[in-house]
């Protein structure tokens, strides 16, 4: 009998609850980083998330070959670089805009996997694509906001990045072992984290009450537990499926914003959530419509 926790049913719960994780995240990480320099954040939080799995790393006695250390750093690197641009995005820009241009990376996903894994999404997929990219846009959508900046282009590139980032990690999480890659993914996050740190000359103390409670509950859960698990799941869907669930950070965002923050949401918010999950439904209650030569199976 198949486990039930390696079925593509487990994979859409666990990475839809990674994706509202992520979503919830953003209310503690704005909080945090009102009092706390964001470089300074991203490297505590990465290295709690890293500690928090290396006893795990140690008691498996797992061989890190160079393969698979090149692997790590590299996928680290590609989120480093996307949280980077996409902080340093918002000083220019606005939120509205850097969400719907960071949300992009739906689009660029499935153009990626074309070009780099020789996949075509099917049509069902390009459907809820287009379904999820207008409802991140009515989601971010301010009618009081015009022009293009320096912000969006910073914010557009951290999209190409976070694609992908999506891309290789459904090429690799199927070649090493799930913990070791999302270990050596977190550690390497903290360390480009650190270095950037000590170049703009960052101060990490003295830490107030807010960083702290935001590094932690980011470090174990948004961090460590989340990344564990999309490294796990992914490899069990395509990264085009993958990038369709993450549309719904937004939404999720939203809905812990609206019971944490009272935030009112518009017609515009509502709208866009629905179209969301419309493109969730019709894409994931589908799979048997995807090519099977192109996803996975896990024994």
């Known amino acids: 009998m198949k486990n039930i926790f390696e079925t593509k049913s487990a994979a859409i719960f666990f990475l839809t609850l990674t994706t ?57 690197f590609l989120l480093y670089s996307g949280y980077s641009f996409q902080t340093v995005g918002l000083l220019y820009t606005t939120p509205a805009h850097s969400g719907f241009i960071t ?5 660029f996903t499935p153009l990626l996997e074309t070009i780099i894994l020789r996949r075509r999404p099917s049509f069902i997929i390009v459907v809820s694509l287009i379904l999820s990219t207008v409802g991140l846009f009515l989601i971010s959508y301010q009618p009081q906001v015009k ?33 070791n890659l999302a270990f050596l993914q977190i550690a390497s996050v903290s360390f480009y984290s650190f270095i950037t740190l000590f170049i703009l ?47 719904m950070e937004p939404l999720f965002a939203g809905i812990f914003s609206y019971l944490l923050w009272n935030e009112i949401f518009s017609f515009y918010s509502i709208t866009g959530g629905m179209l969301i999950l419309t493109a969730m439904v019709i894409s994931q209650t589908k799979f048997s419509l995807e090519n099977k030569r192109y996803i996975k199976r896990v024994d």
Do not use: E
């Open 201 to 247: 000359k960052s101060k990490v103390y003295p830490l107030s009450s807010g960083a702290i409670k935001g590094i932690i509950l980011t470090g174990l859960l948004a961090t460590a537990l989340c990344y564990l698990l999309q490294t796990k799941y992914q490899r069990i869907t395509t990264a085009t499926q993958a990038a369709i669930i993450f549309t």
């Open 147 to 179: 022009g293009i900046n320096f912000g969006d282009f910073l914010s557009l590139i951290c999209a190409i990045i976070y694609s992908f980032h999506l891309v290789f990690l459904d090429r690799y999480s199927k070649k090493f072992d799930v913990l």
């Open 103 to 107: 949300g992009l990376f739906v689009v």
């Open 20 to 76: 509202a994780i992520w979503g919830w995240s953003f209310v503690i990480v704005k909080d945090s980083i009102q009092h706390y320099p964001v470089f300074s954040f991203l490297s505590l939080r990465f290295l709690l998330g890293a500690l928090s799995l290396l006893p795990f790393v140690i008691l498996k006695r797992s061989k890190f070959d160079r393969k698979l250390i090149f692997s790590g750093m590299f996928l680290g």
